[in-house]
């Protein structure tokens, strides 16, 4: 118990560190594993852990998934799923935020990764936020929270590594995803609705967009709609595997 306790101290330190989670928890384990049954053990056992998982064929989903997030980041459809949502919430009180939680919902829907999702809105969302005068709190919470519908909306990374570790259906699981999913971004609209009323300078109107823009920006998310009725159709349709 005590071992177990200054392992997870030591990693917590090593976090705090900036060294990234992944290497911080495989140095911690070697260290540890070493320390318990010699170093010549967990030498072999780095190696056959590190070879059984890249040869792992189920798991190399997730980086394709998230190949796939980077790929239409780069394209600028993630800018173009911001501005559709922008067109129809930005300009209520809150709107900017509740716009991009949705746009996170939407993204969620074709890259599979949380830490993606944020990473790429973070960036389309949080210039406009600021140019309006919302307060970093607010800017900051709704995109930290619209990242963490990447978990569930699918194709979603942990979905997939939770099907294969438990032999479940991963067709089954993204099926039950899109219920909660879809209460993940009601529920954060909620909430953001609820801080603007209680503060209201924390996230002040935009401009308001007319049809025909509004319009126009729903032509620029055909693509990204596509791509999510390709991949989700194909694995409910049994045209491919999630790997596929």
């Not at 438990?166 to 953001?192: C, D, K």
């Not at 920006?217 to 999630?242: D, E, M």
Request: some cysteine; hydrophobic content about 50%; charged content about 10%.
């Amino acid at each position: 118990m005590t071992t177990a306790l200054i392992g997870f101290a030591v990693l917590l330190i090593l976090v705090f560190l900036r060294l990234p989670i992944a290497f911080a928890m495989g140095l911690v384990g070697f260290t540890g594993f070493g320390l318990l049954t010699g170093f010549k053990p967990s030498l072999a056992m780095v190696g056959t852990l590190v070879s059984d998982t890249a040869l792992n064929y189920g798991l190399s989903v997730v980086p394709l998934f998230i190949l796939m997030g980077n790929l239409v980041s780069r394209s600028g459809l993630s800018g173009e799923l911001y501005a559709a949502s922008n067109a129809f919430l930005g300009h209520r009180r809150g709107g900017l935020s509740m716009a991009t939680i949705v746009a996170c919902g939407s993204f969620s829907a074709i890259c599979g990764s949380s830490l993606a999702t944020a990473a790429t809105m973070s960036k389309v969302a949080m210039p406009p936020m600021r140019q309006y005068g919302y307060s970093d709190s607010l800017a900051t919470a709704s995109i930290a929270a619209g990242g963490t519908l990447g978990i569930l909306i699918p194709p979603s990374v942990i979905l997939v590594i939770y099907g294969l570790m438990t032999e479940t259906s991963i067709r089954e699981l993204f099926a039950a995803g899109f219920l909660p999913g879809l209460l993940g971004i009601i529920l954060y609209l909620v909430a953001v609705q609820y801080v603007v009323w209680r503060r209201p300078q924390d996230g002040p109107r935009a401009e308001r967009t007319e049809w025909p823009e509004r319009v126009k920006a729903l032509k620029g998310v055909w693509g990204t709609l596509l791509l999510f009725i390709l991949v989700i159709g194909g694995i409910y349709g049994g045209i491919f595997t999630p790997t596929e």
